[in-house]
């Protein structure tokens, strides 16, 4: 799609850069809620920027709703992590006096975010999820006796900073049998949060699978891709850093086909990811379902299939964009972090420069640098006695 100004209601970004471009690529105006000195303030997408510097939900709520009533036509809402999800789906009466959005039902998001309320849900459903424990590290208590297959891994049942207290950039914990999980409880306890033991899939990060769906109002797919990772950082049980797109007629064909299974047996409505690993013989198994926008968007939206702009066509009534297949190896990278995952994968800076190089979604564009370069002037000038810092783009 090509970039430009367009009549129609701005888009209210709670997010990055990920979900900031697919949006600009689609031409909608984009105003997004940050710091003045976050990548996304310096974008050429970004028309307004709504200052938020941090604090409690319902401040942010009260910033939202006098930015929307301010506008001559309601924006419609975006938001890209757990916790703006939450703020929104728990507002969702206030916020929609002055904004649209496209949000699963307020049980189902609670649920799905979750881990224990999607575990009990899975398993009444029948979903093909792997077995799993729920554990409570309470003061003076003992590591359980698991009815699970070892190894397991163990996860917070939400993500909460007390988890980077035990793991850092991990999201999980591998363990190989009852004796580590005995010598990891006394770690579990101070901090006091809720966690899940989950049988695990056997194989590497690169067998994890998703089917991304938006899925409109009536109950239709209005747009579907998958993709399948190809590194994360830790290598194991980390954060994406590289990412790619599948043949959704090839490879893909079963991840969408469970997918749509899935979302039709829980009655989802709005954006989704469902996280699968596919296991040593072929089998998916459902590790996650994420209902709301996410980084695979940006790769999406590059490949031919913009989530989000079908969205905002829905939800301003003008029409959709015309129907795509995503192209299979289209890839995203975010390039710091990959930098570090390639090289504890033993990947070679050569190859991985040229991979890099190749790849069509990242953080630095020819047609849109600053986001890219700018964070990184603004460090540059500060180590720099009486640095001249450049002046601030102003926005409309």
């Not at 999980?172 to 999980?181: Q, S, T």
């Not at 399948?228 to 893909?252: N, Q």
Request: aromatic share 6%; proline share 9%.
């Amino acid at each position: 799609m090509k970039s430009g100004k367009k009549a129609g209601p701005l888009a209210c970004v709670l997010g990055d850069m990920d979900l900031v471009r697919p949006l600009g690529l689609a031409g909608i105006r984009c105003a997004v809620v940050g710091p003045p000195g976050a990548a996304t303030a310096h974008s050429r997408f970004t028309e307004r920027l709504i200052p938020w510097e941090g604090g409690s939900d319902g401040a942010l709520v009260n910033r939202l709703l006098r930015f929307g009533a301010a506008q001559a036509e309601k924006p419609v809402l975006y938001m890209e992590e757990d916790a703006q999800l939450l703020m929104v789906s728990r507002h969702r009466d206030q916020l929609a006096a002055v904004f649209r959005f496209a949000l699963a039902d307020a049980d189902l998001v609670e649920t799905l975010v979750d881990k224990g309320r999607f575990q009990t849900m899975a398993e009444r459903l029948d979903l093909p999820v792997p077995r799993t424990w729920r554990l409570r590290p309470l003061p003076g208590s003992e590591a359980p006796d698991l009815d699970l297959r070892y190894p397991v891994i163990v996860k917070p049942l939400t993500r909460r900073p007390p988890w980077d207290e035990i793991e850092g950039l991990g999201k999980a914990i591998r363990l190989e049998g009852p004796e580590e999980l005995r010598a990891l409880w006394p770690r579990l306890i101070p901090v006091g949060i809720d966690l899940l033991a989950q049988e695990l899939i056997p194989g590497p990060e690169t067998r994890i699978e998703s089917h991304h769906v938006y899925i409109d109002a009536g109950g239709a797919v209005a747009g579907e891709f998958t993709g399948r990772k190809i590194r994360t950082y830790p290598v194991d049980y980390g954060h994406s850093t590289a990412l790619t797109i599948t043949d959704i007629d090839g490879e893909g064909a079963d991840v969408a086909a469970l997918g749509r299974r899935i979302a039709a047996s829980i009655g989802l409505r709005g954006v989704a990811k469902f996280d699968f690993k596919r296991d040593p013989a072929g089998r998916l198994h459902l590790l996650e379902i994420n209902p709301r926008f996410n980084l695979w968007h940006h790769l999406g939206a590059v490949a031919g299939v913009n989530l989000p702009a079908i969205v905002q066509a829905d939800l301003s009534g003008r029409p959709r964009p015309a129907p795509a297949k995503a192209r299979p190896g289209v890839c995203w990278c975010h390039i710091s972090k990959d930098r570090l995952a390639a090289r504890e994968s033993g990947v070679p800076a050569a190859r991985w420069l040229a991979w890099v190089a190749r790849c069509e979604a990242k953080a630095i564009t020819p047609d849109d640098p600053m986001p890219f370069l700018r964070p990184k002037l603004d460090r540059l000038l500060a180590h720099i006695p009486g640095g001249a810092r450049p002046a601030r783009l102003a926005k409309p």
